[in-house]
């Protein structure tokens, strides 16, 4: 019987439309011919008018206006248009559709309409769209129907319920009797739809599960039936006695067997003969034995059977059929916990399996590879991962390389191997490691002394030949900037040494620093380790020198912020350098993932930095202390140069400082003479001070040091100190070396306001360094040149 | 947790993408359902044999078999024996090909509504319902005498 011939023209005039368009006129065009054909009277061809809406629904475009329609033919005694109804109420209604309760009555009257398949027509609707009230309401007509009726109705009402009891489930009680009945008839579908059901009434109620627990040996009498039984036609699958029953059943075993060792007893034969007896060359079979499989992996059973069931996964795996080898990796993960070792033996096909064409078998062959990793076998296993992670999907290589590293610090047999791992892991994929790695390998590397110098020198080999990998070319530079007098004394014990020169290594950071393959942060790790080489080496320091003065106009603010003030610890702060920059301590294992390797490197540096810096503050309020009674202290103002040189006001300040010194030699700014007088002299330090009116209670002093000694001083720093109601700033120095013999003298401003006009005073405190040790002296200034005071 | 049924939907969609059948078991919008159908597509249709017959996307699993120029597919919960329903897919194919006898592309086309009777002897609330051809065969010429 063919369709109708106005759904055949449809059909076809659908299909001949070449474009999208096309299409979309023809569908416009007999959607309003359908629904000019809804408003007319009864006619004969309304089912084919349905039937013309619910097809163009299923390619993809609305059709709402015809939920009505279906209302109206279910009502219908015509057994073609109730059809179509109930098709189009599938389709079109859902429990969203307020027309969707409409149906409730014509669905409670077909139930029990005297032709089966329109009952069963309701019964498919039904448990379809079925919403929780109409399940409340046609509840008690299901369970008539579950207790007495044809074994086709039967079957549908089973699985009726099931959705019933799924969108309310107190419902579930009602079911309770009427599917333990079910059980022992002989019908197979029926019997599959108790199963199915009272499955779904023992996952939700753990009472009724209890209950169930006593069907354990009917079940398994049915199961018995259906293995050893002879050929049955109807259901046989392959040879196989309705495998789909088989495995409902195996389910069913699984819950009510879960956790209690009285089931799982009574349940343990059968399973061991399914597994043993059920032909597994087809793959119906081997679905029983999967089902299998999972139940008795899922239950309290005996060893043996565990041990079974296991074996019956490693044939899995030697399958031809991918299908059956993804699911016996799928299975085997969830075990790898629990039977570690018999997981074990299968290793080598799950390793093989890496090779798989398939990127989900891969997968599930990695996460199975990574859970087998053990001491005993990290070798081995790591050169098989490594391998795959040479020619692995990409989607699969940053997860590859975080397994591969924590495997390898779980199970390194020696710390060469480990760093050994962690670089080949960088030179394949570099792009896909974790941010963290950069950091835990500088750690790793640090904590490994003996290794430095075979550490550079490979990190070195791996630079020259690539830096296009960043997290390997950050790791190197900071190598070479720590380990480079390793790499520049060209011996090693553990590996070939290489013969480098000094430009050499330069070469290679500045070509890092260059390159436009270097993130910026990687040129970041190659600016510092330049620097750091500055201690390091000792013949082209110039070319650091210069190297470091060109990034201080580089456009990155981070470089340029770093250039200039590794500039200014060569010039102002020489005496510091080789203290900042000199090796690293060990570095603490911080929390994972919360620093980056440069936050460690900073916070290293500062503790590292002499401890100057932090005294000036408190010896001010010493000073002011000191001062005649005044307890709190002004504002105190550290002499700004005595700050940490991570300062870019400072230091710009610093850089200014030395411009004028280009310029106009050494002389103090304010040019008009004014008087000066000595306010210190002392081991051939010499302090005057003078003195500029600016306004009425506004006064800029200016401070000027100099050196008559034979050596050089450095560190110099003053501090000054002034009543209270005076206000004070101090300005930054023009520097803080005096070059012996007066080369060069050093001047600070200092601007004081006066606005009480209390007597000026001011103590001021000297600090420097000479021929290597400290100096520090007080002077008090009770009289100012110029104030007439 | 809510415990789902089994089957989540079943789809026959042609290479190109048309849907040949689209069966629900739970709830959807209409947005949604466009959106999944063109997702399953894409994402079965770059596979060729030497993939598995399985594919996980979002929290489902799909399991498809390829017949001809047309894509049986049924979406199941994560946790499934992935075989018995491909198992249950090629039951319904040798139906649709006896009942249609040589079934092709434009059977299904030109009879959709009888597949989806096919498919409700069958599947019902998201579960396998009948799994005897011979029954199911029967059932469906009683039921085509009635029209």
């Known amino acids: ?789 | 947790s809510i415990l789902k049924p089994i089957i989540r939907f079943i789809l026959i969609q042609n290479r190109a993408g048309k849907t040949r059948l689209a069966k629900w078991y739970m709830q959807f919008d209409d947005d949604e359902k466009q959106k999944l159908i063109e997702e399953v597509h894409a994402v079965v249709t770059v596979r060729d044999a030497k993939h598995t017959n399985f594919v996980e996307f979002r929290n489902f699993k799909i399991i498809y078999r390829r017949y001809a120029g047309l894509y049986f597919c049924i979406c199941v919960d994560v946790t499934d024996n992935n075989l018995a329903y491909l198992e249950g897919i090629h039951n319904f194919v040798e139906v649709l090909n006896e009942y249609f006898h040589n079934v092709c592309e434009l059977d299904l086309v030109f009879n959709f509504y009888k597949v989806y009777t096919v498919v409700d002897e069958m599947f019902l609330a998201g579960e396998i319902r009948e799994t005897s051809q011979t029954k199911v065969l029967k059932q469906l010429l009683m039921l085509q005498s009635l029209e």
């Open chain 1, 1 to 789: 019987m063919s369709p109708s011939v106005p759904l055949q023209e449809m059909i076809r005039a659908i299909r001949s439309a070449r474009t999208q368009c096309e299409e979309r006129g023809v569908i416009q065009r007999e959607c309003a011919a359908i629904r000019a054909q809804f408003r007319q009277a009864d006619n004969g061809g309304r089912s084919h008018n349905l039937a013309k809406l619910l097809y163009v629904h299923m390619l993809g475009y609305p059709a709402h206006f015809g939920q009505m329609e279906c209302v109206r033919m279910i009502a219908s005694p015509r057994y073609s248009e109730k059809r179509v109804g109930y098709l189009g109420a599938m389709m079109l209604l859902d429990e969203k559709q307020d027309a969707s309760l409409l149906i409730t009555n014509s669905i409670k009257n077909d139930l029990s309409n005297s032709n089966q398949y329109i009952q069963s027509l309701a019964l498919c609707t039904l448990a379809c769209m079925g919403s929780a009230e109409m399940c409340r309401d046609l509840a008690p007509e299901i369970d008539r129907l579950l207790r007495a009726s044809n074994s086709y109705i039967k079957k549908k009402a089973a699985l009726c319920a099931v959705h019933i009891v799924r969108k309310v489930h107190d419902l579930g009680e009602l079911f309770t009797k009427a599917a333990r009945s079910l059980l022992t008839e002989k019908n197979h579908g029926v019997v599959h739809g108790a199963v199915v059901l009272i499955t779904e009434l023992c996952e939700r109620n753990s009472e009724t599960l209890e209950r169930f627990r006593k069907t354990v040996p009917d079940l398994v009498q049915i199961m018995k039936g259906l293995v050893i039984s002879g050929y049955s036609p109807d259901h046989d699958v392959a040879g196989i006695s309705d495998p789909f029953l088989q495995v409902r059943i195996l389910r069913l075993l699984r819950i009510l067997g879960r956790n209690n060792e009285g089931a799982s007893d009574a349940m343990n034969d059968l399973l061991a003969q399914v597994a043993t007896n059920t032909d597994s060359t087809k793959t119906v079979g081997n679905a029983v034995l999967y089902e299998t499989v999972l139940t008795v992996l899922d239950i309290k059973s005996e060893s043996g059977l565990r041990v079974l069931a296991v074996n019956i996964l490693g044939r899995f795996l030697l399958n031809n059929d991918r299908n059956i080898r993804y699911i016996a990796m799928t299975s085997l993960q969830k075990i790898v916990g629990t039977d570690h070792n018999a997981v074990q033996r299968h290793r080598g096909t799950i390793v093989d399996c890496l090779k798989d064409q398939d990127a989900s078998v891969k997968r599930r062959a990695l996460d199975l590879s990574l859970a087998l990793v053990s001491a005993s076998n990290i070798r081995s296993m790591m050169k098989e991962l490594l391998s795959f992670l040479s020619s692995c999907p990409p989607e699969l290589r940053s997860q590859t390389a975080s397994g591969i590293f924590n495997a390898a610090e779980r199970y390194a047999p020696s710390q060469r191997w480990h760093i050994d791992t962690i670089l080949h892991v960088l030179t394949t994929a570099g792009g896909d490691v974790r941010d963290e790695t950069v950091p835990n390998l500088i750690q790793l590397i640090t904590n490994t002394s003996e290794l430095h110098c075979y550490t550079v020198h490979k990190l070195y080999r791996a630079l020259l030949s690539d830096i296009s990998q960043q997290p390997l070319v950050q790791v190197a530079c900071w190598c070479i900037g720590e380990y480079g007098d390793l790499l520049l004394r060209g011996e090693c014990q553990e590996t070939e040494p290489v013969q480098v020169t000094e430009d050499d290594v330069l070469d290679v950071l500045e070509t890092v620093l260059q390159s436009h393959m270097s993130f910026p942060s990687t040129r970041g790790f190659a600016l510092t380790a330049t620097m750091k080489l500055s201690t390091r080496i000792t013949e082209n320091v110039d070319r650091i020198r210069s190297i470091v003065s060109i990034y201080g106009s580089c456009i990155d603010v981070e470089l340029q912020q770093r250039a200039v003030e590794y500039n200014a610890l060569f010039k102002k702060y020489d005496h510091m350098r080789a203290a900042v920059l000199e090796r690293m301590p060990v570095i603490e294992k911080n929390s994972q993932g919360h620093i980056n390797g440069e936050t460690i490197k900073e916070s290293q540096t500062v503790k590292v930095k002499p401890g100057e810096p932090q005294q000036p503050a408190n010896q001010v309020c010493d000073l002011l202390d000191l001062l005649g009674g005044s307890e709190q202290p002004l504002q105190p103002s550290p002499a700004l140069g005595s700050t940490a040189p991570p300062m870019p006001v400072s230091t710009a300040n610093t850089v200014g400082g030395d411009l004028l010194d280009l310029l106009g030699g050494l002389e103090p700014t304010p040019i008009t003479p004014v008087a000066t007088v000595t306010v210190y002299e002392k081991d051939g330090v010499t302090v005057t001070l003078s003195c500029e009116k600016q306004s009425d209670s506004g006064l800029t002093v200016t401070l000027t040091a100099s050196n008559s000694t034979e050596s050089d001083i450095r560190g110099f720093t003053l501090q000054a100190a002034v009543p209270k109601s005076v206000q004070l700033h101090m300005k930054a120095p023009s520097g803080d070396s005096l070059p012996a013999r007066g080369a060069a003298k050093v001047t600070q401003m200092v601007v004081l306001n006066n606005p009480n006009k209390v007597n000026l005073k001011m103590r001021l405190r000297i600090s420097y360094t000479s021929q290597g040790s400290a100096v520090q002296d007080t002077v008090q200034i009770d009289s100012f040149p110029g104030l007439g005071q």
